[in-house]
């Protein structure tokens, strides 16, 4: 199973970006997909999820300015970034839990994809 993020640029704050991240391979279904981030020096933090019903959950830091989507059809999640700040400045990695079979499952991981907000 390979995960392809994309989207990632320099943008200006108050900007908007958006993200996407297909998965590929051998996927009987997937579960929950996620968005993390990782700044320079900071720990990986979870930025949102979307389980397979369309559930979704965010980080009080980006509540109201992100939205977390994803078209099950295409094994593809999806995150709209709008009113960005500096402080959004990270590599962003997608996340999904991945039913292989329909008893086996795992966590994968995108390559990361670089978002910089600055003037």
């Known amino acids: 199973v390979q995960l392809q993020a994309s989207g990632g640029g320099l943008v200006q704050p108050g900007g908007s970006l958006r993200l996407s991240c297909a998965a590929s391979?051998?996927?009987?279904?997937?579960?929950?997909m996620a968005w993390y981030r990782q700044a320079p020096g900071k720990q990986r933090e979870l930025v949102t999820a979307?389980?397979?019903?369309?559930?979704?959950m965010y980080a009080d830091s980006v509540e109201g300015r992100f939205t977390i989507s994803r078209d099950n059809a295409k094994n593809t999640v999806y995150l709209q970034m709008s009113g960005l700040k500096p402080e959004d400045t990270a590599v962003y990695y997608c996340?999904?839990?991945?039913?292989?079979?329909?008893?086996?499952?795992?966590?994968?991981w995108g390559q990361g994809t670089q978002v910089t907000v600055s003037s």
């Open positions: 996340n999904a839990d991945v039913r292989t079979t329909a008893r086996e499952h795992g966590h994968y």
């Open positions: 391979g051998s996927i009987f279904s997937i579960n929950a």
């Open positions: 979307i389980t397979s019903g369309g559930s979704t």
